[in-house]
């Protein structure tokens, strides 16, 4: 999820373990807990000089349930003993410390798990991606509810009971929310299905999943022997139906074979992709999990990155959301979710 949505939920477990310890400082301390593996965005840039591998670093071992373990033990530890040093008179056991740090830094990944993007829960060990698309990697509805309650909550004494009422309020809100988008998965993963028979393709394997900002407009692809089938559907419509599949033949400009960074993000986007030659020895990789900006145009993917070889390695110019014309893409966006 994004960062703010993060930041929340980790406040939220530092309210409910710490909170009526050191009140708001609770939502301070879990606010940092639930931004820390994030940060192998930033470490990923130290790490590599590729930018490929620093991208696939993101999501990585930091999100995993080992990370959150191996870190919780090391930054238990360590609050424990600076807590300890202030010879404070509110005392914070070693297990209070562990439960904290342990649910602030592990159900970040477990949030990510939801969206379409994914997250390497079982690293080192296991590089499969754990995505179950029920929800967008920003979604107001599941944000901003949460966001309130804990504002609410800063405002009681830390042992007052409305401000546990609110949270719990929060976390229930949330949570309710985040159960809803999986049964919701499951609906909409017949209306494609129920689609694609309608239209008589023949396809091996399909993926669906929410728009930005909403649960109101859904996308799915689907794979064939020779290319991908592409559709959008909007609650609002007037049909319960995928409309206008556009059709995208497969183009490989470059052999995976031939190079290893090319199977990486072949496996990235799980295998839902097109590379497209272009001017000067670039490539353009179109990631076809997420929707295209421009339906006359199958170049123009939300997920776009441009490639180049690097000696016997490809490399790639720094990721930016394809934001040219921000204004109407958003209009767009608003037109189609309210329905055709």
């Not at 696939?56 to 959150?68: E, N, P, Y």
């Not at 804990?150 to 809100?173: A, D, E, P």
């Amino acid at each position: 999820m994004d960062s703010l949505t993060q930041i929340i939920l980790g406040a939220a477990c530092g309210e409910a373990v710490l909170g009526k310890k050191i009140g708001n400082k609770a939502l301070l301390l879990g606010a940092i807990g639930g931004t820390i593996p994030d940060l192998d965005v930033i470490l990923g840039n130290f790490i590599y000089n590729n930018q490929i591998d620093a991208m696939l670093f993101h999501r990585g071992f930091m999100h995993s349930i080992f990370f959150s373990i191996g870190f919780t033990l090391i930054f238990g530890w360590l609050s424990l003993t600076l807590h300890n040093c202030k010879n404070l008179t509110v005392t914070i056991t070693l297990k209070r410390w562990f439960l904290f740090w342990f649910l602030a830094l592990f159900t970040h990944p477990v949030l990510d798990c939801f969206t379409p993007y994914g997250t390497q829960l079982f690293a080192p060990f296991s590089n499969y991606r754990v995505a179950f698309n029920t929800i967008a990697v920003a979604d107001p509805l599941y944000t901003l509810p949460f966001l309130v309650c804990l504002c609410v909550v800063m405002f009681y004494k830390k042992t007052s009971f409305k401000r546990q009422l609110w949270l719990n309020i929060g976390l229930g809100i949330s949570s309710l929310y985040l159960l809803f988008t999986v049964f919701n998965k499951f609906y909409i993963d017949c209306i494609f299905e129920k689609s694609l028979k309608q239209q008589h393709i023949a396809y091996s394997r399909y993926t669906v999943q929410p728009t930005i900002l909403n649960k109101i407009l859904w996308y799915g692809i689907a794979e064939t022997e020779t290319g991908y089938y592409n559709a959008e559907y909007s609650f609002l419509d007037r049909e319960v139906v995928f409309k206008d599949f556009v059709y995208l033949p497969k183009v490989r400009a470059l052999k995976k074979d031939n190079f290893n960074d090319l199977k990486q993000l072949s496996w990235f986007s799980n295998h839902y992709y097109n590379l497209y030659p272009k001017a000067n020895g670039y490539y353009v990789y179109n990631d076809l999990r997420y929707p295209m900006l421009d339906k006359s145009k199958p170049n123009t993917s939300v997920f776009r990155l441009k490639l180049y070889k690097e000696g016997n390695r490809l490399n790639m110019q720094p990721f930016e959301p394809q934001t040219d014309n921000l204004k109407n893409l958003f209009q767009n966006l608003w037109l189609r979710i309210k329905g055709i």
